[in-house]
């Protein structure tokens, strides 16, 4: 068109710029000449106009948007609204409307429509288990924040994304019938081996798991049995959350067994929680799963991060959904603010706010026992006042699984626990002291340590020490003393000589008010 354009326009510039072809005036001239440059600027812009026009065509074409092939959006929005024939799924869209035999045809119109909007919306996971679109072909397209640092970072804005379908670190615990439990035991070799063997065996056992029919119809089973039981349950009636009112952002965090994504409801920021993708062909990860939704929504206490709902639109996609802490965790919180926090005005409040949530939760009957205390799973709020997070591991959850998912995690597990003996609470207080060391120091608890040859202790050795009790974590030289002295008793090696949590409570309230004197 342009070109036609261009042609169109030569004999023009001929006729202005040749003095023989014309007879008129130079004035007549120039007014031939800008005419002719006109209609030059007038092709260029319109073949310009014309490739762009071209190449929405090509897109619109090829793709259904934020890059996800046309034939595969168009899959997972008419997943949405297809539950085949569960019973609990049809429960749940007869409430909203999807399901209804009288207007099946004009909802599932209106919901084509209403998701073509909402593309963000993650892609459902078909009946064989295998994803509509890959963990590495979104990871290409977005980069994961590994900490809930982020939440800290992007509290101001928004950032839109095409993440998988969403949630916590999620390790997962239902209340106990007593208060002492017994371990398997692993000893060190054991654990090593483990370890060394975890990545190639996780693979073949993932892959394995969504491929075999009868894992696949054993976890759909017991997916459609969880929620069955939430559906059912009075304490869940009212706090049901529509999938599709959910607009997930992006992942904020990402642990052993669980995941958590930033969402949208309505015009509130929130967390969403989901069980990892390897993991959703786990019957004992979906128990454990319902078990601490269940638990969750029992446990309401300024001090525990908030429960808000339960949502789900097939077997594949169930969630909790709780509180959004805007300020992220404790560890990312002393790590951006190292050198610039002090006990009497910063860390005292904050381990009086996590202990005050040990107070509650070591009350309840049954007891409750988090078991994974430690800085990640301590969030803060918009104030900047500590919450507790991710109730710790179920007594489903073996202490052997809980070693191998992560040598970390247990620098903050009570040597009684690593060992396999019988435990109470005082494991909570255990952890708390690697807290409170952690809240001094600013760093991760044994990350100073050296060997005799000096190098940096490895986390087996470390294991090894802390269950011979020939390895504390580290204080710096000017904290407070009262300090110091309340963490040397929560590590003790008997737990029965560590003070309880409403002991620990009073005493840290005691040394605050010394402190700000």
């Keep these: 068109m342009a070109a036609r354009v261009a042609v169109a ?12 072809a014309t007879n008129s005036s130079s004035g007549s001239t120039i007014i031939y000449i800008v005419i002719a440059v006109i209609v030059v600027l007038f092709g260029i812009v319109a073949f310009f106009v014309y490739k762009r026009n071209q190449n929405r065509r090509k897109r619109s074409d090829g793709h259904g948007g934020y890059g996800l092939p046309s034939t595969t959006a168009r899959t997972a929005i008419s997943r949405g609204t297809s539950h085949g024939g569960n019973t609990v799924f049809e429960r749940r869209m007869d409430s909203t409307g999807y399901s209804s035999h009288h207007s099946k045809d004009k909802k599932a119109s209106h919901n084509h429509q209403h998701q ?12 064989n288990g295998a994803p509509t679109y890959t963990r590495q072909q979104q990871q290409s397209q977005h980069e994961y924040q590994p900490r809930y640092d982020s939440q800290y970072e992007s509290s101001n804005g ?38 060394v063997a975890m990545p190639t065996s996780s693979v073949e056992g993932v892959h394995r798991r969504q491929t075999d029919p009868a894992v696949i119809a054993r976890t759909q089973e017991m997916a459609e049995k969880v929620m069955a039981e939430l559906d059912e349950d009075p304490e869940f009636e009212q706090s049901w959350i529509p999938y599709e009112s959910l607009y997930f952002t992006r ?51 300024p001090k525990i991060v908030g429960f808000i709902g339960v949502s789900w639109s097939n077997t594949q996609d169930l969630c909790a ?45 049954p007891k409750v026992i988090h078991r994974d205390l430690k800085s990640k799973n301590i969030l803060l709020d918009s104030k900047y006042r500590a919450k507790l997070s991710d109730f710790g591991i179920s007594r489903k959850r073996s202490v052997e699984e809980t070693m191998t998912a992560g040598v970390g995690t247990i620098y903050w597990t009570a040597p009684e626990v690593l060992m396999g003996k019988k435990y109470t609470e005082k494991a909570d207080i255990y952890s708390f002291g690697i807290v409170m060391s952690e809240m001094d120091t600013c760093a991760v608890p044994y990350s100073d340590k050296r060997d005799d040859s000096g190098k940096v202790l490895q986390g087996m050795k470390i294991i090894q020490m802390v269950i011979r009790m020939a390895l504390r974590p580290s204080f710096r030289k000017d904290c407070p003393e009262q300090v110091k002295a309340l963490a040397d008793r929560c590590l003790d090696a008997n737990p029965d000589a560590r003070p309880d949590a409403p002991e620990l409570l009073n005493i840290l309230r005691d040394i605050q008010d010394d402190l700000q004197q």
């Design 9 to 20: 326009a030569l004999p023009l510039l001929a006729t202005a710029t040749d003095p023989d």
């Design 321 to 365: 959904v709780t509180e959004f802490m805007a300020k992220g965790d404790l560890y990312g919180y002393l790590e951006r603010r190292k050198g610039k926090l002090n006990w009497p005005d910063h860390k005292m409040w904050l381990a009086a706010d996590v202990a005050e949530a040990l107070v509650y939760l070591h009350s309840l009957s």
């Design 251 to 301: 992942a904020i965090s990402k642990g052993a067994f669980g995941e958590v994504w930033l969402a949208q409801l309505e015009n509130t920021q929130v967390a969403v929680k989901k069980i990892l993708d390897e993991k959703k062909h786990d019957v004992k990860e979906i128990e454990c799963f319902g078990a601490e939704i269940k638990l969750m929504a029992l446990l309401k206490h």
């Design 158 to 195: 928004l950032q839109q994304s095409f993440p998988p379908p969403p949630p916590p670190e999620v390790p997962m615990l239902e209340p106990h019938e007593d208060h002492h439990h017994q371990g398997p035991g692993l000893s060190m070799l054991e654990l090593q081996q483990s370890q």
């Design 116 to 127: 073509q909007q909402r593309v963000e919306r993650p892609p459902q996971w078909p009946a």
